[in-house]
């Protein structure tokens, strides 16, 4: 079993920046691959970032290329997404989630664990 908690979120302006952390515990972090996702009011869960177990790997969603890091911290079980030049569309609830296999992926089916998210509001 593998428990994440994320935390970071909260209301900001436009141009913004905001960090997410993700703490897992459970099983062995370093094992596995994370993700991060979002899911806007009213719209379905979308995928924003992914890094593989090694941290060598990672995908992003085109709209926050350039603007948003994912990163991760063996030592400290953490996956961080480092979201820069915020925009008010990037309001929504972000989940972290934990993939077994390890891979960097942008399907949400695959992901075994999933957090209760974190709110983040972009404000114009």
């Known amino acids: 079993q593998v428990q994440l908690v994320?935390?970071?979120?909260?209301?900001?302006?436009?141009?913004?920046?905001?960090?997410?952390?993700?703490?897992?515990s459970g099983r062995t972090f370093s094992s596995y691959a994370m993700g991060w996702f979002r899911q806007a009011p009213?719209?379905?869960?979308?995928?924003v970032a992914a890094i593989s177990w090694s941290g060598r790997s990672t995908n992003y969603v085109g709209s926050v290329k350039g603007r948003f890091a994912i990163s991760r911290d063996n030592a400290k079980n953490t996956v961080y997404l480092q979201m820069n030049s915020l925009k008010p569309e990037d309001t929504a609830v972000y989940f972290c989630a934990a993939d077994l296999r390890g891979y960097a992926d942008d399907r949400s089916d695959v992901y075994d664990y999933w957090g209760q998210g974190t709110q983040v509001t972009v404000s114009s």
């Not at 994320?6 to 905001?18: H, R």
């Not at 009213?42 to 995928?47: M, S, V």
């Open 42 to 47: 009213g719209k379905e869960r979308t995928f």
């Open 6 to 24: 994320e935390s970071g979120g909260g209301l900001v302006q436009a141009g913004d920046s905001l960090t997410l952390s993700c703490a897992a």
